[in-house]
Antibody, heavy 119, light 113 residues
Framework: EVELLESGGGLAQPGGSLRLSCTAS????????MSWVRQAPGKGLEWVSF????????YYIDSVKGRFSIYRDNSKNTVDLQMNSLRAEDTATYYC????????????WGPGTTVTVSS | DIVMTQSPDSLAVSLGERATINCKSS????????????LAWYQHKPGRPPRLLIY???TRVSGVPDRFNGSGSGTDFTLTISSLQAEDVAVYYC?????????FGQGTKVEIK
């Protein structure tokens, strides 16, 4: 079964750090672009970052550039999101997603992990 | 910034009736190189992750009921649910993925009248 499972969410203080991890199973991980999408409480969906299949190309939404970094390990079928200098506005449920193999939409989503940034 | 604007923000439709959601991009999502519209539609129910329904503006994902249809090109797109079922109650989002940022619309909440 094709599956993504996030971990690493929790409570962090403003200015602190968290590292989210996503473990993939049931598909050939190293041919897919992977991304993170978040949803703040009561808000809509917001794409955060993606990494290409080889891990050589990454993109970020402006609001996290310089603070977040996305990494993938194709030997372990994982994609991580390192989040530094956290702000209250980073509070959200974070979803790990897979892009379709033909570079379409995001066809597989994990259940999500919750990040709360608060003192 | 590229903006995706959905209309309406919410709608209530009777069971078996048609629901229509519009999505307008501030920039075209049509690629001249492959003539594809880089536009997707998602369904999001509370407590569950979003579900991809449609991509390339009109390609239905395997397993998605054929009452869900996507249309449009360039900057204007529509998601139509031809005969609303109770299980279709959700928030629906359009999303552009032509280039970054992959922007979502603000969402349209669909309810039963």
């Amino acid at each position: 079964e094709v599956e993504l499972l996030e971990s690493g969410g929790g409570l962090a203080q403003p200015g602190g750090s968290l590292r989210l991890s996503c473990t993939a199973s049931g598909f050939t991980f190293n041919i897919y672009t992977m991304s993170w999408v978040r949803q703040a409480p009561g808000k809509g969906l917001e794409w955060v970052s993606f990494v290409n299949p080889s891990g050589t190309t990454t993109y970020y939404i402006d609001s996290v550039k310089g603070r977040f970094s996305i990494y993938r390990d194709n030997s372990k079928n994982t994609v991580d999101l390192q989040m530094n200098s956290l702000r209250a506005e980073d509070t959200a449920t974070y979803y790990c997603t897979r892009r379709t193999v033909d570079s379409g939409g995001m066809d597989v989503w994990g259940p999500g992990t919750t990040v709360t940034v608060s003192s | 910034d590229i903006v995706m604007t959905q209309s309406p923000d919410s709608l209530a439709v009777s069971l078996g009736e048609r629901a229509t959601i519009n999505c307008k991009s501030s920039q075209s999502v049509l690629s001249r190189s492959n003539s594809k519209n880089y536009l997707a539609w998602y369904q999001h129910k509370p407590g569950r992750p979003p579900r991809l329904l449609i991509y390339w503006a009109s390609t239905r994902v395997s397993g998605v009921p054929d009452r869900f249809n996507g249309s449009g090109s360039g900057t204007d797109f529509t998601l139509t649910i031809s005969s609303l079922q109770a299980e279709d109650v959700a928030v629906y989002y359009c999303q552009r993925y032509y280039n970054t940022p992959w922007t979502f619309g603000q969402g349209t909440k669909v309810e039963i009248k």
